[in-house]
């Protein structure tokens, strides 16, 4: 959805999940693996209000994948300038 946005409605704004704690986010039972897809799929801003705990390790988890290369610098780039 979020491609259709960018691609056939020329949508360039930014684009904020909800809590991706929320029963209805759980596409993946890893909250770490959870934040990295929701950015893989385009969403510049990760809300995520859970527990400290959990905040940590989404934020360590979206560092990592950026330091793997799973996430492009420059993908991340583009949600910066957006934000």
Request: charged fraction near 30%.
């Amino acid at each position: 959805i979020i491609q259709i946005l960018r691609t056939k409605f020329k949508y360039d704004g930014l684009i904020i999940t909800d809590d991706l704690e929320m029963g209805g986010a759980s596409i993946s039972e890893d909250v770490g693996e959870r934040v990295v897809r929701a950015f893989l799929a385009g969403n510049d801003m990760l809300i995520f209000a859970g527990s400290p705990k959990n905040q940590r390790r989404a934020f360590r988890s979206l560092v990592s994948a950026v330091k793997r290369g799973r996430i492009d610098e420059s993908r991340l780039n583009e949600s910066v300038r957006r934000i």
